[in-house]
């Protein structure tokens, strides 16, 4: 007998009666230590709601099953996470529904974290060694004016990049620190 693929289609009118057991959700949100006491409608709506949501989160999975180049009838966890990653408003669902990650990869990172223990502890080192300033320009910042006044004023014409990181604007921080980053550091061309 082959499996029923059929979808079960939403009810078009109400009925009074949800879908989900209105026992068992009530059960559940008493396990809630924050919750006292819930009332029958208070359940009752939480049951509806609930059923909305279902509905709405295998309609975008369906919608990713469906969006695919060979697409499929059947909604897979592969569509549920892709659907989560792709709509603002399903990410709070991103750790329940994570993105899955192949066997072997997370293999192959276990083995090279098992040979290389250090390489976690090397990381941070490098990402505060990017604020670090170079020889001269140690003393400069050390006062946090940037009006020129204790010497840092030569100092940023001696490291423009440094003084970026070090200035009051918070774009112009982040775009020195990418290029630093990145390797890409503007070139000196005084000489």
Do not use: W
Request: net charge positive; with cysteine.
């Amino acid at each position: 007998m082959p499996p029923n693929n059929n979808a079960i289609p939403p009810r078009k009118e109400v009925t009074g009666q949800p879908a989900l057991p209105l026992a068992r959700v009530k059960k559940i949100i008493g396990t809630d230590p924050d919750i006292g006491i819930c009332s029958n409608n208070a359940a009752f709506v939480i049951t509806l709601a609930t059923e909305m949501f279902i509905q709405y989160l295998a309609a975008e999975g369906h919608n990713m099953a469906k969006a695919e180049r060979k697409p499929r009838r059947n909604v897979q966890y592969k569509d549920l996470s892709t659907a989560v990653n792709h709509h603002d408003n399903l990410e709070f669902l991103e750790d329940v529904i994570p993105k899955t990650v192949p066997y072997k990869q997370i293999k192959d990172s276990a083995a090279a974290a098992r040979l290389n223990p250090r390489k976690a502890d090397q990381e941070p080192k490098k990402r505060q060694s990017t604020l670090k300033t170079k020889g001269a320009n140690a003393g400069a910042f050390s006062s946090g004016n940037s009006n020129g006044v204790n010497g840092t004023a030569a100092a940023a014409a001696l490291d423009p990049v440094t003084a970026v990181i070090h200035s009051d604007d918070p774009s112009a921080q982040l775009v020195a620190e990418a290029r630093r980053a990145a390797g890409d550091e503007d070139v000196d061309m005084t000489g």
